[in-house]
């Protein structure tokens, strides 16, 4: 079982930047794609972004192409998500999942909250 720490979120203004963090627990954590979600208030949770296992490739959703970098370094077994120009609808909970195609799998972690003033 892989257990999932997110971390890095916080108030920041439009236009501004943040970087995601999302630990991993477990060895077989390099085995797996990787994908960040987020959930806005009222929202269902939505996918964001999803990085394969070796890292050669990454899927965007149209909403944050461009500006979301997905990453991840397998010897730290973490992921990352750098966000810049942030929009006011970027507000969500941001969670890290195993991923397949664009549904996650595995277990959540307690997610970390994003919020972009106007």
């Known amino acids: 079982q892989v257990q999932l720490v997110e971390s890095g979120g916080g108030l920041v203004q439009a236009g501004g930047s943040l970087r995601l963090s999302c630990a991993a627990s477990?060895?077989?954590?390099?085995?797996?794609?990787m994908g960040w979600f987020r959930q806005a208030p009222g929202k269902e949770r939505e996918f964001v972004a999803r990085?394969?296992?070796?890292?050669?490739?990454?899927y965007y959703t149209d909403s944050v192409k461009g500006r979301f970098t997905i990453s991840r370094d397998n010897a730290k077994n973490t992921v990352y998500l750098q966000m810049n120009s942030l929009k006011p609808e970027d507000t969500a909970v941001y969670y890290c999942?195993?991923?397949?195609?664009?549904?996650?799998?595995?277990?959540w972690g307690q997610g970390t909250q994003v919020t972009v003033s106007s």
């Open positions: 999942n195993r991923i397949m195609g664009q549904a996650p799998i595995g277990s």
């Open positions: 990085i394969s296992w070796y890292g050669a490739s990454t």
């Open positions: 477990g060895r077989t954590f390099s085995d797996y794609a």
